[in-house]
Each structure stands twice: as C-alpha cells, then as structure tokens.
C-alpha cells in the first residue's frame, strides 16, 4: 500500500511541481510587463474566482475519488459509475451558476476590496472587469475535474497529472503572448491586459479538456470489461441515498479545499483598508502582490508535495479503513506526515535564509526593501498549508472529515477576528501572522482528531522530524557560510544577477548538503519504504 502511495505521490507531485513552477516562472516577465499594480489586480480576480470554483464543484470530484475507490473495493464498478454520471452532470448545472453569481456579482465584490473609487493603483472598475474576465472558466473547470476525480479513484493519477500540466502550458502560453501584445502591438492598458490574462484560465481549461478527453477514449474498453466480467451482483441502493452518501463526503471537501481561498479574501477584503487607517497607504498595492500574489507563487512550490500527497493517498487510505486494515493505515498515516517534514520543514527555512535573493532573483530588487522581509516570514505558512491539506485528507480517508471542516472554521474565525488588528500593530506582517495562527490551529486541531480517532501515535514522525530538524540546520550553517564567501567576491545583493548567483549557489550547496544527509543517514530510505531511484543513481554519480 505504502508504495502505491509513493508512486502515486511522485507522479502527482511531479506534475503539480512543474505546474507550480511554471505559475512561478511565467510571473517573472509578467511582473515585468504589469507590475506590482497588474499583480495586486491578477490577484483581486482570482481570490474570488478560486473560492468560486471550490463553491461550483461542492468538492465533488474529490469525494468521487473517495467513493469510486471504496466501491472498486467492493467490486461494485456499477455504483461506481452511476455516481460519476450523476455528478457530471451536477457540476454542469452548478459551474454555470457559479459563472453567472461571480460574473454579475463582480462590481460587488469589487466594492468589498477596495474602499474608494478613487483608489490609487487599482480602482473598483479595474478589479470588477478583471473577475468578469476570470468568471467563464467556471464552465467548463467543474465538469472537467470530476473526469479527473473519477480517474483518481481508479488509482490512476496519469490523466490528472498530464491535464494539469497541459492546461498549465497552455494558459500561460496565452497570458504572456496575450499580455505582450495587448501592450506592445495594440496599445491595450495594464488593466485590459490583466483581463485577458484572467480569461486565459478558460483557456487553459479547454486544453485539459481534450487530454481527457483522449484518455477517456483509451480507456473506455478496460472500464467496460470492468463492468461487464468483474461486477459482483450490483448494489440495490438508489440514487437519492448515492447522492446523499457523497454529499457527506463532499460537504467537507470543498471546505478544506477553500482554505487558502478564504485566508486570502479576508485580507482582500480588510488589507487596504486596514493599511490605509494605519497610515501605510503609500505601500499596501506592493504589500498585497507581494504577500497574496507574488510571494505565494514561491511559497506554494513546497506545499505541491503535500497536494499530491493528499489526491494519491485518499483511494489508498480509503481502501484500507474500508477493509480495516489498521496496520496498513496507520503506516499510511506515518509515512505521509513524514514525507511532508523532509521535504517541506528545509524547502521553508531555505526560503527564509534565502527570501532576499529569491524575491529579488525572480521579481527585481525594485521593491525588495518591503518585499524580501514580508517573504521571509510568510515562507513558514507553506509547513502550516501542507499540514493542514495532508491532515485534512486524513481524516476525510478514515471518516472523520466533518472534523477538518470545524478545524477550519475554527482558524477562519480566528482571522476574521484578528486581521484587521494584526495589521494596525504589525503592518503587513500582520496579515501573515492571521494566516499563520489561523491555520496552525486547524493543524494542530487536525493531528488532535487522528490521535483520538485511531488511536494513532505520532512518536515514529516525531523522531524522524528530529532528525529533519538537525539537518536542516546543519543546511542553514552551510548556506551562510557560502553567502559569507559570496559576499567576499562580490558585492551580489546590488544586482538582479548578483542575487540570483548567490541563490543558485546557496539552494545547490545547502539543499545538496541536505539531500546527501537524507541520503547517508538512510532518512530517505526509511520514509519512503526503499531506495528512490532517481535520488540513489545521482548520489552514486556525484560519490
């Protein structure tokens, strides 16, 4: 099971990455040709959008991985498929719906985020215009993942992980072509390119569309000798309790899935505000991109590990708690809050002892004096997230899911109450420490509800953590050592180019250092239930 859950991970991560990755990398000449004016409205659109597309899908898809796996368990492949037809066509009537709500309501959301029509940077039209544009994607997202949710439950993560990567492909191709033209050839303003820029996630959906389509294609005939030669007697139960069972999974599913979405429209709604009171209206448009829209591309890198850990886990873990396997599910448990220490506890103190020259490397020293500190303390949230999607996931694999719904409720709140004060006494930072307390609670309310419900002990992950902890910090040493030696040769942090040598000298040696302790100390070998082949072939050729 463990390495089913390995397989699954590598591949849902490996694409999530380089989705991740190219969102971070296309920013770069984005920021380039819009700015932090172009970022803070980008951003203004696609919070509301995201918290719509979670709305739209009720989290359908993710529950339709949930019970098409605990029904394949069973051999009920009928079941199975009745479901993914009933919630196709949901997703249909309610993606329309959500595009009309967001598309009409997009004036009102726009008067909710900023407070004057005469704001400067990004007026209340602006950012209306750039949610009408973002809006139409809804269409088409909710049908199309729940293609991919249905797949998932079959543990298959090819077809997931291919769309993403296309759509990905394909919507930035049509951002950065669409946004150069619209300002170089056409003569088109930051605030029409912006626009487009939002409109190509509709875009990008229709691509993810035809590679699923083409899978389905290939497909079909095995999920027919399914149907047909592997069927058990077909279960008796009617499409009002099949829907209602999957509502159960459902319910918590979009809640946890609009996590981040909600942090973030809180201070969407409260950060201009709240900075213009406190005397720091001459910043908040460089603060907001810098936190909620620029910042987080970088942050969120890290936390894709624990994305794909939680869409691989949940049909494995699914079928263990439905079986009763306690032993397979509590390795389960362990090895995916492992995998999210060693990987994301260095990636997070990396990104603070290097927030400077990361920001710097990939957006200009520009507005580095505001924008490098707000990095550096925002980069441990990325642990807080991927904590929080993994024990999320948990609980929604051994039926506790209603729990991480109240353990979200219970951090939302504690935002809500917060912001608006964190951010008089703190500034900028403040809205970080919202988001931080907010979710450490739901992290740490998540991991109370494991415990209690299984009876689960965390003493093997708190061990290894250890261990992840020494490393890490040895990785630290090793990274000021060098920026020591690098500032000695040359003076890197006055250059673009400076700062990004020195980052790429300090994720290479420090993050180098890391891997061969991982490595030596067998770490590696113990988390993930073997030798990684990839890693144990590259330290081999470096040794």
């Not at 040709?33 to 004016?37: A, E, N, S, Y």
């Not at 850990?309 to 873990?317: A, C, F, G, K």
């Not at 020293?365 to 441990?380: I, K, M, N, Q, R």
């Not at 929604?396 to 899911?401: A, D, F, P, Y």
């Given at each position: 099971m463990s390495n089913k859950i390995v397989k699954g991970t590598m591949l849902l991560t490996g694409a999530a990455f380089l989705s991740k990755f190219l969102g971070l990398i296309y920013v770069i000449p984005f920021n380039a040709?819009?700015?932090?004016?172009g970022g803070t409205l980008y951003g203004f659109a696609y919070t509301p959008y995201s918290i719509f597309l979670s709305l739209s899908t009720v989290g359908i898809p993710a529950a339709v991985s949930k019970f098409v796996s605990k029904y394949n368990t069973l051999e009920d492949y009928q079941t199975g498929m009745r479901m993914f037809k009933v919630g196709s066509l949901l997703m249909l009537i309610t993606g329309f719906t959500a595009f009309l709500v967001l598309f009409f309501g997009a004036d009102i959301f726009a008067q909710w985020s900023i407070s004057s029509e005469d704001a400067k940077d990004v007026t209340q039209d602006d950012a209306a215009f750039a949610i009408k544009m973002v809006s139409f994607a809804l269409i088409i997202i909710p049908s199309m993942s729940i293609v991919r949710g249905y797949f998932q439950g079959n543990e298959s993560m090819g077809p997931t992980a291919l769309?993403?990567?296309?759509?990905?492909?394909?919507?930035?191709?049509?951002?950065l072509v669409g946004?150069?033209?619209?300002?170089?050839?056409?003569?088109?303003?930051?605030?029409?390119?912006?626009?487009?820029?939002?409109?190509?996630?509709?875009?990008?959906a229709v691509a993810s569309c035809i590679v699923l389509g083409v899978y389905w294609i290939k497909r079909k005939p095995y999920i027919q000798r399914q149907l047909d030669s592997q069927q058990k007697p077909s279960s008796t139960i009617s499409t009002k309790t099949l829907m209602a069972e999957l509502l159960s999974y459902a319910g918590p599913f979009v809640i946890v899935g609009l996590a981040i979405p909600l942090y973030q429209i809180v201070d969407q709604f409260t950060f201009e505000r709240a900075m213009t009171a406190s005397g720091r209206a001459d910043i908040w448009s460089v603060a907001y991109a810098g936190v909620n829209v620029y910042g987080h591309k970088i942050v969120i890198i890290?936390?894709?590990?624990?994305?794909?850990?939680?869409?691989?886990?949940?049909?494995?873990?699914?079928?263990s708690f439905t079986q009763n396997d306690q032993q397979a599910m509590k390795k389960q448990i362990n090895q995916a809050l492992q995998i999210v220490m060693v990987f994301v506890i260095p990636a997070c103190v990396g990104m603070i002892v290097l927030s400077y020259e990361l920001y710097g490397s990939f957006y200009?020293?520009?507005?580095?004096?505001?924008?490098?500190?707000?990095?550096?303390?925002?980069?441990?949230?990325?642990?807080l997230f991927a904590l929080f999607t993994v024990?999320?996931?948990?609980?929604?694999?051994?039926?506790?899911?209603?729990?991480?719904?109240?353990?979200?409720?219970?951090?939302l709140l504690v935002k809500?109450?917060?912001?608006?004060?964190?951010?008089?006494?703190?500034?900028?930072?403040?809205?970080?420490?919202?988001t931080a307390l907010a979710s450490g609670i739901a992290v740490v309310l998540n991991l109370y509800r494991i415990k209690k419900s299984i009876r689960f002990e965390f003493k093997q992950t708190i061990k290894r953590t250890m261990l992840v902890g020494i490393f890490t910090i040895i990785m630290v040493l090793i990274i000021y050592l060098l920026k020591m030696i690098m500032g000695w040769i040359m003076p890197y942090a006055e250059s673009r180019m400076g700062v990004t040598i020195m980052l790429l000298v300090g994720v290479s040696g420090g993050g180098g250092v890391y891997l061969v302790l991982a490595y030596i100390s067998t770490l590696l070998e113990h988390v993930f239930g073997g030798k990684i082949p990839v890693v144990d072939r590259l330290l081999r050729r470096r040794g």
């Open positions: 040709m819009v700015g932090t004016t769309s993403q990567i296309i759509e990905q492909i394909v919507r930035i191709a049509v951002i946004t150069y033209i619209i300002l170089n050839w056409l003569g088109g303003t930051i605030v029409t390119a912006v626009g487009f820029s939002t409109f190509a996630a509709f875009i990008g890290p936390m894709t590990i624990a994305i794909g850990l939680s869409l691989s886990m949940l049909p494995t873990l699914t079928k200009g020293l520009d507005t580095l004096d505001v924008t490098g500190s707000l990095l550096a303390w925002y980069a441990p949230v990325a642990l024990t999320s996931s948990i609980l929604q694999g051994i039926n506790q899911q209603n729990y991480a719904v109240l353990s979200l409720l219970v951090g809500i109450l917060l912001n608006i004060q964190l951010i008089h006494t703190f500034g900028a930072k403040g809205a970080i420490f919202g």
